[in-house]
């Protein structure tokens, strides 16, 4: 093997170890959770879902569930079976690529990164603002009539600010699919979390210019 082809090798090695679908927020496949409302969102049929490792009652971070079709039991055991882009399997047998749109809301709700100050009200108003964003979820990523826009703020925030006159959010950025499996095998809902900035962009590019220079080196 060539010097050249060595440096390559070990670039390609270190952005693979590092790839950000390994982990999501604090959480890494293979890990145990437990999902439970979070406090000020009692009974209702989405998130916000309350994210903690199994046996503990530290919340690490909240999120909302992209599958209307898939369950899981409050407070049961779930193992994290892989993070990644796709969902599993919203009652079907096959993934589905998430949508873009969902992931520039999820975005927007963890960072609190909104263009429209107030928007989502993390205060009183919360629980309202979850049964929005949550339906809003279900519809860009299922499919959405006119009807849904016009009634949803979420969907209609996402298709103004998402474009490249403001954000020019495109494919899933920091945002990954849990993809949530019971202790036997059985399919459970997927959540969506943070994944930590696709920072493989960056090594590529240093790597491609180290190469480069390497290259210039040696000749």
Not at 128 to 153: P, V, Y
Request: charged share 15%; proline share 4%; hydrophobic share 45%.
């Amino acid at each position: 093997m060539t010097r050249k082809s060595t440096v390559t090798a070990v670039l390609l090695l270190v952005m693979l170890a590092l790839s950000p679908m390994q982990a999501a927020d604090a959480i890494q496949v293979g890990d145990a959770i437990s999902l439970t409302w979070a406090p000020w969102n009692t009974g209702s049929s989405g998130g916000e879902f309350a994210v903690s490792y199994y046996g503990s009652k530290d919340t690490l971070f909240t999120t909302f569930c992209v599958e209307p079709y898939e369950y899981f039991y409050l407070g049961e055991k779930l193992i994290v079976q892989s993070i990644g882009t796709t969902i599993m399997y919203n009652g079907g047998s096959t993934e589905i690529p998430l949508n873009s749109l969902v992931a520039y809301l999820y975005h927007e709700f963890a960072h609190n990164s909104w263009n429209v100050p107030g928007i989502f009200d993390y205060g009183a108003n919360r629980r309202n603002d979850d049964a929005l964003l949550q339906a809003a979820i279900w519809a860009l990523q299922f499919g959405t009539s006119d009807a849904d826009a016009e009634g949803n703020k979420f969907i209609q925030y996402a298709l103004l600010y998402s474009g490249s006159a403001h954000d020019g959010w495109s494919g899933t950025g920091d945002v990954a699919v849990m993809n949530l499996f019971s202790p036997t095998g059985g399919v459970r809902q997927d959540q969506l979390a943070l994944v930590p900035e696709p920072i493989t962009l960056i090594l590529l590019g240093a790597g491609l210019v180290g190469v480069a220079a390497f290259r210039r080196k040696i000749k």
